[in-house]
T-cell receptor, first 110, second 114 residues
């Protein structure tokens, strides 16, 4: 089958660095995406990795290791506004849809 | 210039009623989706259309019927609403089905069935 695991909750303080991990199980894999969703808002696309390695977009970076079926989202210089849910999602290639994780709720405290 | 717009934003209705949610995208994308997000925040895909053709129809009660008059519009009609239908419904679009390069979501329709 196909599945994704990510932690349900993460807490960090302003200015810190936090890493949200995502492990997946699938026979086919065409890349991993990350989305952010604030309470009451819509998911917004953050980053994607089609190949192994690190992709950097400002304070956010996303990493993928296909051999380990593992990826992570790294958030640096945390700000209060980063408090949100973060979803990873992958494309298994055979069903024309993304497989979504259950989301990680990040709380950034002062 | 809203990229994916859906209406209404809030919908409160009684059990047994029929309601519709509309979605429009101006991004020129070929694929549109309906997602349901429950109180536990799980994003469950319901339907997907690619160039007006239904390509994903998940295990959804047949009280839910999508319709795509053209590739920029995707509507969702729900018959005989039940309490369990209460959720936030998101429309989304992407350039191609299941792309990892990024879906664009609408702001959501919060449906409350009483």
């Amino acid at each position: 089958g196909q599945s994704l695991e990510q932690p349900s909750e993460v807490t960090a303080v302003e200015g810190a660095i936090v890493q949200i991990n995502c492990t997946y199980q699938t026979s086919g894999f065409y890349g991993l995406s990350w989305y952010q969703q604030h309470d009451g808002g819509a998911p917004t696309f953050l980053s994607y990795n089609a190949l192994d390695g690190l992709e950097e977009t400002g304070r956010f970076s996303s990493f993928l290791s296909r051999s380990d079926s593992y990826g992570y989202l790294l958030l640096q210089e945390l700000q209060m506004k980063d408090s949100a849910s973060y979803f990873c999602a992958f494309n298994a290639g055979n069903n024309r849809k993304l497989i979504w994780g259950l989301g990680t709720s990040l709380a950034v405290n002062p | 210039d809203t990229a994916v717009s859906q209406t209404p934003k809030y919908l409160v209705t009684q059990m047994g009623n029929d309601k519709s949610i509309k979605c429009e995208q101006n991004l020129g994308h070929d694929t549109m989706y309906w997602y349901k997000q429950d109180s536990k925040k799980f994003l469950k895909i319901m339907f997907s259309y690619n160039n007006k053709e239904l390509i994903i129809n998940e295990t959804v009660p047949n009280r839910f019927s999508p319709k795509s008059p053209d590739k920029a519009h995707l509507n969702l009609h729900i018959n005989s609403l039940e309490l369990g239908d209460s959720a936030v419904y998101f429309c989304a679009s992407s350039q191609e089905p299941g792309t990892i390069v990024g879906y664009t979501f609408g702001s959501g329709t919060r449906l409350t069935v009483v």
